[in-house]
């Protein structure tokens, strides 16, 4: 396996059997936790899925997608089969679940945990899927290793507060304090490069009075994962417990799927999160 670590970022890029991903280094974490983040590389999928698409839901083919999630799977020593993954529509549902909902959305999008942007657990061997292509990913973990979540935060999910509702859901069914949580706020569309229309900007003008807003140029450039780590601090996660990826999926074609910058149709890469059973 080779390895390479970014300057200054908290996930180290890893490429095993032709897979690349990235995985957190060198911050607290339970023994038994597995988190990742795929990249586009190693799949078999073509044009402009290639290489590694992990979405079902983007016009893909099955089989190709299948045999992707498979070979991600393999290198992070998982079972498919035990995936659950959810209908993302950029609102603010979290669900929980367990062991009698793996598979859900493993094999057919048909499956997947409807009209749901998170999802969290209690139950080990478990595996929390978010799909993104320049969305924010957020990856919750307890560090007395009961509960794990993920959430799917676009500008929508964001405004919608997402990061904060996964919280109180870990909570309210799975008893972790925010003070014992620590959030991981993956690859995702950096502010160099999200620039938003007026309308979208008023919006988080009027609710954050322009803190996360940037003038580059002519253009109107965004903070979504400022945004969404300030929201975290609000719901009670400690400052130095939420994890921030400075990689930007739109800066890194080679690297990563971007829907901003590749238009659609485009691959989707996956959060993954996870506690190994005993």
């Known amino acids: 396996m080779q390895e390479h670590r970014p300057s200054k970022d908290i996930l180290s890029f890893r490429l095993s059997n032709g897979v690349g991903y990235w995985a957190p280094v060198d911050i607290p974490q339970p023994d038994r936790l597995v988190c990742a983040f795929s990249s586009r590389q190693g799949g078999i999928s073509e044009g402009s899925f290639a290489s590694l698409n992990l979405g079902l839901h983007v016009?893909?083919?099955?089989?190709?997608?299948?045999?992707?999630?498979?070979?991600?799977?393999?290198?992070?020593?998982?079972?498919?089969?035990?995936?659950?993954?959810a209908e993302q529509v950029h609102g603010c549902h979290v669900a929980v679940v367990g062991r009698e909902q793996r598979g859900l959305g493993a094999f057919s999008q048909d499956t997947a945990i409807s009209r749901t942007d998170g999802l969290v657990t209690r139950d080990e061997g478990v595996w929390l899927v978010c799909h993104y292509a320049d969305c924010v990913p957020l990856v919750f973990w307890d560090m007395r290793g009961r509960a794990v979540g993920v959430a799917h935060a676009g500008w929508r999910g964001t405004l919608?507060?997402?990061?904060?509702?996964?919280?109180?859901?870990?909570?309210?069914?799975?008893?972790?304090?925010?003070?014992?949580?620590?959030?991981?706020?993956?690859?995702?569309?950096?502010?160099?490069?999200?620039?938003?229309?007026?309308?979208?900007?008023?919006?988080?003008?009027?609710?954050?009075?322009?803190?996360?807003?940037?003038?580059?140029?002519?253009?109107?450039?965004?903070?979504?994962?400022?945004?969404?780590?300030?929201?975290?601090?609000?719901?009670?996660?400690?400052?130095?417990?939420?994890?921030?990826?400075?990689?930007?999926?739109?800066?890194?074609?080679?690297?990563?799927?971007?829907?901003?910058?590749?238009?659609?149709?485009?691959?989707?890469?996956?959060?993954?999160?996870?506690?190994?059973?005993?």
């Open 59 to 85: 016009g893909d083919q099955l089989d190709r997608v299948l045999a992707n999630r498979a070979r991600f799977s393999q290198v992070l020593g998982m079972d498919l089969s035990h995936w659950i993954t």
């Open 160 to 278: 919608a507060s997402i990061g904060l509702a996964t919280v109180e859901v870990m909570a309210r069914h799975l008893g972790s304090e925010p003070k014992d949580l620590y959030v991981l706020i993956g690859p995702a569309i950096g502010v160099c490069c999200y620039s938003v229309g007026e309308d979208v900007a008023a919006v988080f003008r009027e609710r954050f009075d322009g803190e996360f807003l940037c003038q580059y140029g002519d253009r109107v450039h965004l903070d979504l994962r400022a945004v969404n780590r300030e929201l975290l601090i609000k719901g009670g996660i400690p400052p130095d417990q939420i994890l921030v990826s400075r990689l930007c999926t739109a800066c890194q074609p080679d690297l990563c799927f971007s829907h901003r910058r590749d238009k659609s149709p485009t691959g989707r890469m996956v959060g993954i999160v996870g506690l190994r059973e005993r």
